[in-house]
């Protein structure tokens, strides 16, 4: 009995991730240009919002809303 209790809480743990849909919303002069649904932990998903912003588009800023 104890093992499949165990055994079950295991499982539940490993279907559970910190991976999280997120979406980076990028913005032009307060207007919306696009939006980009990231799956990952928030600080890559941030990271990847971010790396958005930098690639070299002028007035360009995201982040994760």
Do not use: H
């Amino acid at each position: 009995m104890k093992t499949s209790i165990l055994l079950s809480l295991i499982v539940v743990a490993s279907l559970s991730s910190c991976r999280k849909k997120y979406n980076c919303v990028c913005t032009t002069s307060g207007t919306v240009v696009s939006t980009t649904e990231i799956r990952a932990t928030k600080s890559n998903a941030t990271a990847d919002c971010n790396a958005m912003s930098s690639n070299g588009n002028n007035g360009k800023t995201c982040s994760i809303q």
